[in-house]
């Protein structure tokens, strides 16, 4: 995904020079590991859209959670306040990804990627909520095999989907790159695509293990283990909850 050279019109970007440098073109990563730098930036736009996914899954497990829960618990008002920042962090995305689109400019600026790693925060806590919630809570036992079965699959895709973002947050950023990918056999000079980062989630997802593609730095080892221990426990204790389900 490679960004275009257009850059900001000069009457959208601020004067002042500490303002200005957050509107400047987000950079990728720096070279290490006689590796050369082959991933671009990321980019605001293809991140909206996957965030977009992302906020409807969350909602939609949110919601069915809080209809199966007895209001004024504890974990559900903490779950209420991380979804609102959440859901703060994505208008302020789409608000800028909008900014962009109407000055027709496709470089990201630098102050979309504190907001984008926001909102993988706190998206990323408002799903280990929700499991939480989908796990422990006793009034949770009644429900049927069919609504424990869309709740994990809610989940599944959840949790795919963010640490797809991750990865190619940190293979975009993290100083020599996160990991490497075969060559695509009809472009092999192409870098990888949002889509490579989701097939490597939903693998690592589904394995609970390493994929094929080589990890190269211990931050993309710590993601992968973070990802393979939450599919890990939801699997194992869900389906232990759908088998004894009615």
Same mark, same amino acid.
């Given at each position: ?104 400019? *496709? ?110 730095? *211990? ?28």
């Amino acid at each position: 995904m490679s960004d275009s050279p257009e850059t900001l019109p000069e009457d959208a970007v601020p004067r002042s020079g500490a303002l200005r440098a957050l509107f400047e073109p987000l950079s990728a990563g720096d070279d290490h590991y006689d590796r050369p730098r082959d991933r671009p930036a990321m980019r605001l736009l293809p991140f909206a859209g996957v965030a977009a996914a992302i906020e409807f899954f969350d909602l939609s497990l949110t919601s069915r959670l809080h209809r199966a829960m007895p209001g004024g618990e504890m974990v559900e008002q903490l779950g209420t306040i991380v979804s609102l920042c959440a859901n703060l962090l994505f208008v302020l995305l789409m608000a800028l990804s909008a900014a962009m689109l109407l000055f027709a400019n *496709r470089r990201t600026p630098r102050i979309a990627m504190p907001l984008m790693v926001g909102y993988l925060s706190f998206a990323g806590m408002n799903l280990l909520i929700n499991l939480t919630t989908l796990i422990a809570a006793p009034a949770l036992s009644t429900q049927s095999q069919l609504g424990l079965t869309l709740d994990l699959g809610l989940a599944f895709i959840s949790i795919t989907l963010n640490f797809s973002l991750w990865y190619q947050l940190a293979d975009a950023h993290l100083p020599g790159g996160a990991f490497d990918f075969e060559p695509n056999g009809h472009r092999p000079e192409e870098p990888p695509r949002w889509f490579d980062y989701f097939v490597l989630s939903f693998f690592t997802n589904s394995t609970f293990g390493p994929t094929l593609e080589n990890t190269r730095t *211990r931050p993309a080892k710590a993601l992968m283990m973070v990802q393979t221990s939450i599919a890990l426990v939801i699997l194992v204790l869900l389906v232990a909850r759908i088998i004894q389900a009615d």
